[in-house]
Each structure stands twice: as C-alpha cells, then as structure tokens.
T-cell receptor, first 112, second 113 residues
Framework: GENVEQHPSTLSVQEGDSAVIKCTYS??????FPWYKQELGKGPQLIID?????GEKKDQRIAVTLNKTAKHFSLHITETQPEDSAVYFC???????????FGQGTTLQVKP | SAVISQKPSRDICQRGTSLTIQCQVD?????MFWYRQQPGQSLTLIAT?????????ESGFVIDKFPISRPNLTFSTLTVSNMSPEDSSIYLC??????????FGQGTRLTVV
C-alpha cells in the first residue's frame, strides 16, 4: 500500500522568509496530494492540493509542486507570517479509494 | 468546501465504557472516513463508512472495537467500545466529494481515565 514520508519534522524560519516542506510517496497509482494545516485544538484544514495531471499549483503565498517521476511533492510558503505557525501534513490518495495516507507532519515555527 | 459537524467535541470517559461520535455533513457526499490522531502523531485511517453497508476497516482496526454506522449520505457515527487509556486520541471524520477534495471536521478529543 501507499507510504508517505514527510521532511523535516520541525522547521523554524524568520518572518518573511520562505518555508519548504517535502514529501515522498510510494504508490504510483496515487493521484491526489492535499496539504493540511492543523492548529492546536483544531481539525486539519485543507490549504492546497494538487492532482497528478499538473506539476504546480499556486494560491497566493502557498504553492505546491509535484514530480511524478520521482514521486515527490513539496509545499512552498513564501513571505511567512507568525500566523503560519502550525503543524502541516501532506497526504497521498488514489481516486479509486479516496483514502488518505498521511505524512508524519511538520511543525513550522515562524519567528517574528 | 463542506461543513462537517462532529459531536461531542471532547469527552472524558471511564475505562471499559463506550462512546459514540457523530459526524454530520451539510450536503450529500460520496465517501466518509474516520481517522484517529494519537497525541503528537499523524492521522491514521480507521475505516471507510459505506452508505447502506458494513464499513471497510483498515489493518489493525476491527468492527467489534470501532463499530461504524452510515444510514444516509450526510451522517455517520463511530463508536469506541470498551475503552482503555490507549484509546485516548482525537477522532476525526472526513468527507470526500466524489474524489475532488477531502475535508475534516474539528475532531473529537477523547480522554480515557
């Protein structure tokens, strides 16, 4: 079955800098890759996702890139703000099942 | 996006008892899932809640421990049975609208004492 690895486990950046979180997946049948932000005491919030038919997607300060050949995808946050501090999870899914397999999570700290 | 309501939001339960968690969605959805998030950990899929039939469980999860109902396309329940402290986790309901986007409720924070 699918296995998703996420790195780094913790990431600390200065406000205004960029943050990059990387994930790799094992199942070539996976074709949907969402990213979630989880703040303390809350459920995961979908912030951006990408499907295997595109290589990059951007939404304001957030972008995701996908390399199907290498089976890895990355989250890029530019001009980071303290409000971006949270735990970020990547996930992979096959549209045949809808089941999400999650990475281990990255705790992002943005220092003012 | 889908609006997902989970009840209760949190509970403290005695070991050996059972708790039923409800998940209500504001519109019909194709697929509903239940996940567990143990303290400080990532999310693990428990089962897929199938409308009108028995749930499909992932490896390591069984129906006797986590019975699931899904009577219609907007509602599901997860019961955590015969609880022990190891069941203390956040339990999350997720929906997928026809393989387009996957959304989560706020979760139920369960503490077993």
């Amino acid at each position: 079955g699918e296995n998703v690895e996420q790195h780094p486990s913790t990431l600390s950046v200065q406000e205004g800098d960029s943050a990059v979180i990387k994930c790799t997946y094992s199942d070539s049948a996976s074709n949907y890759f969402p990213w979630y932000k989880q703040e303390l005491g809350k459920g995961p919030q979908l912030i951006i996702d990408i499907r295997s038919n595109v290589g990059e997607k951007k939404d304001q300060r957030i972008a995701v890139t996908l390399n199907k050949t290498a089976k890895h995808f990355s989250l890029h946050i530019t001009e980071t703000q303290p409000e971006d501090s949270a735990v970020y999870f990547c996930a992979g899914s096959s549209s045949n099942t809808g089941k999400l397999i999650f990475g281990q999570g990255t705790t992002l700290q943005v220092k003012p | 996006s889908a609006v997902i309501s989970q009840k209760p939001s949190r509970d403290i339960c005695q070991r050996g008892t059972s708790l039923t968690i409800q998940c209500q969605v504001d519109s019909q959805v194709t697929m509903m899932f239940w996940y567990r998030q143990q303290p400080g950990q990532s999310l693990t899929l428990i089962a897929t809640a199938n409308q009108g039939s028995e749930a499909t469980y992932e490896s390591g999860f069984v129906i006797d421990k986590f019975p699931i109902s899904r009577p219609n396309l907007t509602f599901s329940t997860l019961t955590v049975s015969n609880m022990s402290p190891e069941d203390s986790s956040i339990y999350l309901c997720s929906v997928d609208r026809g393989f387009t986007e996957a959304f989560f409720g706020q979760g139920t924070r369960l503490t077993v004492v």
